[in-house]
């Protein structure tokens, strides 16, 4: 009875399955120009699918100084028969960069140096009227002088210094304020 029959059929096999979309928060640093750039690698924690990842993007991928703190992206993954999966991850943005700005820059100076017997101390304007704890100390760290000036016209003139050894030394002022220091070596000829 060897009968057959043979009949051709089309099976079509859809792939309903969205991509599983998995993401990890990051914290990020502006660069020195103030912006950052990110890439859904760094927010991709091991998203997948059935039949294959085709595409991960992330939106956005760029930040500035306005963007500072914690920032929702949509993470996106598309699998290669055209499902995705849409998730969100924070994106933390620090700036730890040097901020130039006239009211940060606190610019001291002591001259003459090397020195021989006086010496003035320049301070920043925003320290004028402010008291500050002078200190020398010589190269094995004793100290070999010690007084508490006021700033009088953006500057301390310390006087009487002839008596110090002829050597580097290092001053040491402080803000009796705010605890602001600002260190230099000093020469005395």
């Known amino acids: 009875n060897g009968n057959t029959s043979t009949q051709t059929q089309d099976v079509v096999i859809d792939d309903n399955i969205n991509p599983v979309c998995i993401t990890q928060d990051i914290t990020i640093q502006l660069d020195i120009t103030g912006n950052a750039t990110i890439t859904a ?4 924690d091991g998203s997948s699918d059935n039949c294959g ?4 993007s992330v939106s956005p991928d760029t930040f500035t100084s306005s963007d500072v703190g914690d920032n929702i992206i949509t993470f996106t993954v598309t699998d290669i028969n055209g499902n995705s999966s ?7 943005v620090e700036d730890n960069t040097l901020d130039i700005d006239d009211d ?13 017997d006086n010496i003035q101390i320049k301070i920043p304007s925003k320290f004028n009227g402010d008291a500050f704890n002078i200190s020398i100390y010589d190269l094995n760290g004793r100290r ?3 007084e508490i000036k006021s ?3 953006n500057e301390i003139n ?4 002839n008596r110090l050894e002829i050597a580097p030394y290092i001053i040491r002022i402080t803000n009796t304020t705010s605890n602001n220091v ?3 070596k000093l020469i005395k000829y």
């Open 158 to 161: 310390l006087n009487g210094l």
């Open 182 to 184: 600002f260190s230099s």
């Open 41 to 44: 690698n760094d927010i991709d």
């Open 144 to 146: 070999v002088y010690k």
């Open 151 to 153: 700033v009088n016209n």
């Open 104 to 116: 940060k820059i606190e610019i001291f100076s002591v001259s003459p140096n090397p020195f021989k």
């Open 53 to 56: 990842v085709a595409s991960i």
């Open 86 to 92: 849409i998730c969100n991850a924070t994106v933390t």
